[in-house]
């Protein structure tokens, strides 16, 4: 058995062999491992922040490095998002819903499980494990020129999409933003809408942050619902109410100490109402923000603004 490896190995070593083709396949193995290691990384690093952001942490600092965007939250924790990937690796992001719940989206698209529901980054109630409705970490791969995804800890892959042949790449993308001004950090994953978390400030002022990216029209005898955090300094507690005219109903959700869901329900008939929202911390401070409703014959819909709050708008409940 030796001898027979003799002829070759002395062909391997003459100058006529070219092995070029498997230079190119290990350079593509490696380019793969690579991608799916930056993917995988990506899912942690966007799973810890949303898990940040639901909790209720702030934002202590942000630093650019050559690695990537460093986020520290008051929780103690720091979270690394890379700065971009592969042209041929799938974009794995988050957005938040109407329901005030945030998904997984891969390219821009809702991850959807195998009944078509969207999948939760993070259990609702502090809940874990499931799909769509309790919060699962998806597990991508790369199988026979494929990306692939699983939803139930790689029992089942799903195809996302084919690679090129031979794996080539495409060069580098930008993944992931991050942009601060003076009060929020702005973390942008793909072409999703941006992650706005409160930066942890010196002197941090009381503040009711309502999510205008789901306030929308609101047709009577329907249910609008919008996300709400609060901002306040460390041990300081927050209770919010709400005031309501013109046959407006709401209810409050509270999905933690310092974020929750405002649901406004129009009754049939509605032409015109406000919501007062006061948030009151037990250090004294409150806030109030108001949403007008208006009803608009032509397209059969209520408009809704938010206003600052003045007395008048006290004196109008």
Same mark, same amino acid.
């Given at each position: 058995?030796?001898?027979?490896?003799?002829?070759?190995?002395?062909?391997?070593?003459?100058?006529?062999?070219?092995?070029?083709?498997?230079?190119?396949?290990?350079?593509?193995?490696?380019?793969?491992?690579?991608?799916?290691?930056?993917?995988?990384?990506?899912?942690?690093?966007?799973?810890?922040?949303?898990?940040?952001?639901?909790?209720?942490?702030?934002?202590?600092?942000?630093?650019?490095?050559?690695?990537?965007?460093?986020?520290?939250?008051?929780?103690?924790?720091?979270?690394?998002?890379?700065?971009?990937?592969?042209?041929?690796?799938?974009?794995?992001?988050?957005?938040?819903?109407?329901?005030?719940?945030?998904?997984? *989206?891969?390219?821009?698209?809702? #991850? $959807? +499980?195998? @009944?078509?529901?969207?999948?939760?980054?993070? =259990? !609702?109630?502090?809940?874990?494990?499931?799909?769509?409705?309790?919060?699962?970490?998806?597990?991508?791969?790369?199988?026979?020129?494929?990306?692939?995804?699983?939803?139930?800890?790689?029992?089942?892959?799903?195809?996302?999409?084919?690679?090129?042949?031979?794996?080539?790449?495409?060069?580098?993308?930008?993944?992931?933003?991050?942009?601060?001004?003076?009060?929020?950090?702005?973390?942008?994953?793909?072409?999703?809408?941006?992650?706005?978390?409160?930066?942890?400030?010196? *002197?941090?002022?009381?503040?009711? #942050? $309502? +999510?205008? @990216?789901?306030?929308?029209?609101?047709?009577? =005898? !329907?249910?609008?619902?919008?996300?709400?955090?609060?901002?306040?300094?460390?041990?300081?507690?927050?209770?919010?109410?709400?005031?309501?005219?013109?046959?407006?109903?709401?209810?409050?959700?509270?999905?933690?100490?310092?974020?929750?869901?405002?649901?406004?329900?129009?009754?049939?008939?509605?032409?015109?109402?406000?919501?007062?929202?006061?948030?009151?911390?037990?250090?004294?401070?409150?806030?109030?923000?108001?949403?007008?409703?208006?009803?608009?014959?032509?397209?059969?819909?209520?408009?809704?603004?938010? #206003?600052?709050?003045?007395?008048?708008?006290?004196?109008?409940?």
């Amino acid at each position: 058995m030796v001898l027979g490896l003799v002829p070759m190995l002395m062909l391997a070593s003459c100058g006529g062999y070219d092995d070029t083709p498997i230079k190119q396949d290990l350079a593509s193995l490696e380019e793969r491992i690579t991608a799916l290691e930056t993917v995988r990384s990506d899912i942690d690093g966007i799973k810890s922040v949303v898990s940040n952001v639901q909790k209720g942490f702030l934002v202590t600092d942000v630093s650019d490095t050559a690695e990537g965007w460093l986020i520290t939250f008051t929780s103690g924790e720091t979270v690394l998002l890379r700065h971009g990937r592969n042209g041929n690796t799938p974009v794995v992001a988050v957005r938040k819903d109407t329901d005030g719940i945030f998904y997984w *989206t891969i390219d821009g698209d809702w #991850l $959807l +499980d195998d @009944s078509g529901a969207k999948v939760s980054v993070t =259990g !609702k109630d502090g809940a874990t494990g499931g799909i769509g409705r309790e919060g699962v970490t998806p597990q991508l791969d790369i199988r026979d020129g494929w990306w692939v995804v699983s939803l139930d800890g790689g029992a089942t892959w799903k195809q996302i999409f084919q690679l090129p042949v031979g794996g080539a790449s495409e060069g580098e993308t930008e993944a992931v933003s991050v942009r601060t001004d003076d009060a929020f950090c702005y973390i942008t994953v793909g072409d999703d809408e941006p992650i706005v978390i409160p930066l942890m400030l010196e *002197t941090v002022r009381l503040q009711l #942050l $309502l +999510d205008e @990216s789901s306030i929308t029209q609101i047709s009577p =005898g !329907k249910t609008l619902t919008v996300p709400y955090t609060l901002v306040a300094a460390e041990g300081v507690k927050v209770s919010v109410e709400t005031m309501e005219s013109g046959g407006l109903v709401t209810k409050l959700t509270p999905a933690g100490p310092l974020a929750g869901t405002l649901s406004i329900t129009a009754p049939e008939g509605f032409t015109s109402g406000k919501v007062l929202v006061t948030a009151t911390a037990d250090n004294g401070e409150s806030v109030t923000v108001v949403l007008r409703i208006t009803y608009v014959p032509v397209s059969g819909e209520a408009a809704v603004e938010i #206003l600052p709050w003045t007395e008048d708008d006290m004196m109008s409940i």
